[in-house]
């Protein structure tokens, strides 16, 4: 049997809706090593898959939607094809690999016609707001855990535009002030002013809407031009131009996709988690593994914004008010 013909698992999800820790739950359960799993202080489980982070990359057939960027669904096909066939120590058992590219689902009918997918959601206006917060809760505004968003030139454009928006939301001028909260990211006391800001920020440039049941960009595939290009102008940052794909819903009526909405794993619904992981592997799971699954989601539900996962309406409001209360302070102890 050839490594295209294998059983592989693909777990597909937007950024910031657990599927680093869910492709790790999979995988040991596969491995049959089931020890706890790494998370950080938020509950990000990146640290489970940055050692085969470029494997992964190039099994998945690459993370971003439409980055790189191919004519034809044919050319990126060959692509990955070629290059998976360079592999020198191709496995000879079955992997998980994980991708933010629903668009891949398809690729994998083809690439590898006996996988099987398993898509994680955000269907609803509340797990939209809520997986796009973890996902700078798990990321920029992590201290201990390892992050993806972590190096030097993306941290200088993400700064710079921090500034900016800091300002004018604030409307504090101060430059030695908007200089001191953007370099001190992680210190205590700037805290809620570094979330509300980040998290501000990714609403509007998402263009958020609240009242609205489903917020229609997240139903499609997208991408947009990168936080850390040096030539993307600060001024420009809202005036962002996605390139966006099909209805993500088109990928996920292939037969063979399990469909496991995030509101599931937000509200710790493990009976029916447990349910999806038994359709994927098409059996029961062990009282091992069950009982494996039950502790690691506990783990997982406690490193959570616990607020965030209750009521987000709530958990913005009162960040806001929090926030300008921090502003209140910040602009008494210039005067």
Not at 23 to 52: F, P, Q, R, V
Not at 190 to 197: A, E, G, Y
Not at 229 to 239: I, K, L
Not at 244 to 249: A, E, F, K, T
Request: with cysteine; net charge negative.
């Amino acid at each position: 049997m050839s490594f295209f013909e294998l059983q592989h698992i693909f777990v597909v999800f937007p950024p910031g809706a657990g599927g680093n820790f869910l492709s790790t739950i999979i995988k040991k359960i596969i491995d049959n090593s089931l020890s706890a799993i790494e998370l950080s202080s938020n509950g990000n489980a990146h640290a489970n898959s940055l050692t085969n982070i470029n494997f992964n990359e190039t099994l998945s057939c690459g993370i971003i939607f439409n980055f790189p960027s191919f004519q034809s669904f044919d050319d990126k096909f060959n692509f990955y094809k070629q290059k998976i066939e360079q592999i020198s120590d191709q496995p000879n058992t079955p992997c998980v690999a994980w991708t933010h590219d629903f668009s891949n689902i398809e690729l994998y009918q083809k690439l590898y016609p006996n996988s099987k997918i398993i898509a994680i959601t955000q269907r609803t206006t509340e797990e939209q707001f809520i997986v796009t917060v973890q996902q700078e809760l798990k990321n920029r505004l992590e201290s201990t855990g390892i992050v993806f968003l972590d190096d030097t030139e993306h941290k200088k454009h993400w700064k710079a535009k921090f500034k900016k928006y800091f300002s004018l939301i604030t409307n504090i001028k101060d430059v030695e002030l908007i200089d001191y909260v953007a370099d001190n990211l992680g210190e205590a006391n700037l805290s809620t002013i570094h979330k509300f800001v980040t998290i501000e920020m990714m609403l509007r440039y998402y263009s958020f809407d609240f009242s609205k049941s489903s917020n229609s960009l997240f139903e499609y595939c997208f991408s947009h031009r990168s936080l850390d290009d040096p030539n993307f102008n600060v001024d420009a940052f809202y005036n962002v131009t996605f390139s966006i794909g099909r209805r993500i819903d088109d990928f996920i009526d292939y037969t063979n996709v399990l469909e496991l909405p995030f509101a599931l794993i937000k509200e710790k619904n493990v009976r029916e988690i447990l349910t999806i992981l038994e359709n994927l592997f098409k059996r029961l799971l062990t009282l091992e593994e069950k009982t494996f699954v039950i502790n690691e989601f506990d783990n997982y539900y406690k490193k959570q914004e616990q607020h965030l996962l209750e009521d987000f309406k709530f958990y913005y409001s009162n960040l806001k008010q929090e926030f300008v209360k921090e502003i209140t302070r910040l602009k008494n102890d210039i005067a």
